[in-house]
């Protein structure tokens, strides 16, 4: 069973940034691929960006240019890299991981273990 620990969340004014963790536990991180999401209240879960076991990445429309994914294998975690913030941005970000590493996964039944959350929350 793999578990994931996001962290990095806060509250920062409009303009400002954060970066998202997620730490994974298991053998097999290297072999996942890897998504954040996020969740505003009322509002459905929606894809924000993922990247596959290769490296390759994918980004909702809205945050492309703002926001950036990566991970280090080596410690087994995933980031999420968020600039140029804004109001709408305010969300609970969830990390996700998926077995089929290759596959570029932007639908959330598609993953397999998922974080607790971590609130991010932009001020105008």
């Known amino acids: 069973q793999v578990q994931l620990v996001e962290s990095g969340g806060g509250l920062v004014q409009a303009g400002g940034s954060l970066r998202l963790s997620c730490a994974a536990s298991?053998?097999?991180?290297?072999?996942?691929?890897m998504g954040w999401f996020r969740q505003a209240p009322g509002k459905e879960r929606r894809f924000v960006a993922t990247?596959?076991?290769?490296?390759?990445?994918t980004y909702y429309d809205s945050v492309k240019g703002r926001f950036t994914i990566s991970r280090d294998n080596a410690k087994k975690t995933v980031y999420l890299q968020m600039n140029s913030l804004k109001p709408e941005d305010t969300a609970v970000y969830y990390c996700a991981g998926s077995s089929i590493g290759s596959r570029i996964s932007t639908t959330a039944n598609w993953y397999d273990f998922w974080g607790q959350g971590t609130q991010v929350t932009i001020s105008s």
């Open positions: 990247i596959t076991r290769s490296g390759d990445s």
């Open positions: 298991g053998r097999t991180f290297s072999s996942y691929a």
